[in-house]
């Protein structure tokens, strides 16, 4: 339903109707895995979005430029190991005693002309050292909220 909605939005509820249900059926029944990533040629040829475009080639490079903008404020690239920053923080910590960092990370953001909005996760993660050199750890998610930049 509230993909027929939206495609109303953009398309002509009464004259576009069967092809509204098409997209909608595509979308919902024919991807067995919510996950599937689509591509701009999937989703013109085999869903239908009449929407999708392809670049020209003066805006490419400037939408990949914004990708690897995002990749690099998301720390894509970078396995998220709060053992790895708990330790790189705590390296003088004693044996037997505990501390504690907050982590922060950005997960995923929606842009506009009028403003930019993030998903922000925040970690608390206590450590203790060992006797034999070795960090224990308890990973915490202490909030998860979308945030304007």
Do not use: C
């Amino acid at each position: 339903m509230m993909a027929q909605k939206l495609l109303s939005l953009h398309m002509n509820k009464a004259k576009e109707q069967h092809e509204i249900k098409d997209i909608v059926d595509n979308l919902t029944s024919k991807l067995y895995y919510h996950g599937h990533p689509i591509n701009r040629k999937e989703a013109q040829e085999q869903i239908g979005l009449r929407t999708v475009i392809n670049a020209d080639s003066e805006l490419e490079p400037i939408m990949w430029d914004l990708y690897l903008e995002y990749e690099n404020e998301i720390k894509a690239d970078d396995p998220f190991d709060p053992l790895m920053d708990f330790v790189s923080q705590n390296q003088d910590l004693q044996v037997g005693h505990g501390n504690s960092i907050e982590i922060a990370s950005k997960l995923a953001y929606i842009e506009s002309t009028f403003r930019t909005d993030f998903v922000e996760i925040k970690h608390s993660v206590y450590g203790t050292k060992q006797a034999n050199g070795t960090y224990q750890i308890v990973p915490n998610i202490t909030s998860r909220d979308w945030k304007i930049e």
